[in-house]
């Protein structure tokens, strides 16, 4: 598995298609944030701007696509100088039709009805616990422009079959809606790193050449006896130019990042399957339960078997 699927598969996305909306005349939503929650909004038609937690707007015209990574609470209306209602306002005052679509307008008797704006409003929600470096490296924002779509042939075709099942709702659509917005944010990361200019942090690191094939080899084989001379001989380069040029990429030193990939991978097979902890440790690359309960208690505040308590306690509750 690649490291990007790799991450992605442990944080565990759940896709989720939440509502599509008609906003008419003079309208503004204060979309709240939220912890462990990309959302996403796609321009079907009419135009809007949108700010992202407090910065300048931006216009969105009918193909464009906007992804907010981090679930940061962002503005949604008609004019950058129209007035926004809470989220939970507009849900409150608005009205749904028998396809499910929000309709919602603040002046509905204006004397120039202005045209409707129609919107396609996601979000993918992720286990809480899981701080991997490649989600806090993201920007506060990633928008593709309807323009730039069509340049990504895939991503285009996934928006265009999107807008579809919203519309139709066809036997299946929940499903295929679901798996849909996970593959649009991993588009929407794809488009990022290859137009922004030269991606920083993570996604970085995992492009590099040298590097990227270090970290595919620990995430392949976290439970090996990593030092950092194996795994700059992984890289094809000397101890410390390794060193170096990882923690200048990253921000944290090889054996940083092993210990945190190794605690989040924990953390999964201590909830998702009925192990020993001494299993668990043994996979992720420790030999001494009590060493592994330390790192582990350090890094997420909870002993493993603590740990696993809780998870199974909000997994009844949910």
Not at 13 to 34: M, R, S
Not at 180 to 203: C, D, M, N, Y
Request: proline share 5%; charged share 20%.
């Amino acid at each position: 598995m690649d490291v990007f699927s790799d991450i992605l598969d442990l944080v565990k996305f759940q896709g989720c298609l939440y509502f599509t909306t008609c906003f008419t005349n003079t309208w503004g939503v204060e979309v709240p944030a939220f912890k462990k929650v990309a959302r996403f909004h796609y321009i079907e038609e009419g135009e809007c701007w949108v700010s992202v937690d407090g910065a300048d707007p931006v216009q969105l015209l009918p193909g464009d696509f906007i992804i907010i990574p981090n679930g940061s609470m962002h503005l949604l209306r008609n004019h950058p100088s129209s007035k926004v209602y809470p989220l939970t306002e507009v849900l409150e005052d608005g009205s749904f039709d028998e396809t499910g679509r929000l309709t919602y307008s603040n002046a509905s008797s204006l004397k120039t009805p202005q045209p409707a704006t129609r919107l396609i409003c996601g979000h993918l929600e992720f286990d809480d616990g899981y701080d991997h470096p490649l989600f806090a490296q993201l920007p506060p924002f990633i928008l593709i422009k309807g323009k730039e779509a069509k340049n990504f042939s895939w991503f285009d075709q996934a928006l265009k079959m999107m807008t579809l099942e919203t519309n139709t709702k066809r036997p299946g659509h929940d499903a295929i809606e679901k798996r849909l917005s996970e593959i649009l944010f991993l588009h929407a990361i794809r488009v990022w790193i290859e137009t922004s200019g030269g991606p920083k942090g993570f996604a970085a690191a995992v492009l590099n050449p040298q590097i990227g094939r270090s970290l595919s080899a620990m995430h392949n084989k976290p439970e090996r006896k990593w030092t950092v001379e194996s795994m700059a001989h992984q890289a094809g380069m000397s101890r410390t130019v390794f060193s170096c040029r990882f923690s200048e990429i990253m921000g944290l030193t090889p054996m940083q990042y092993l210990t945190q990939w190794r605690v989040l991978k924990a953390q999964r097979l201590l909830t998702e399957n009925n192990v020993s902890v001494e299993w668990v440790a043994a996979k992720v690359g420790y030999e001494s339960v009590a060493a592994f309960s330390r790192v582990f208690k350090r890094h997420t505040g909870k002993g493993p078997g603590a740990h696993r308590k809780a998870a199974k306690e909000i997994e009844v509750a949910a």
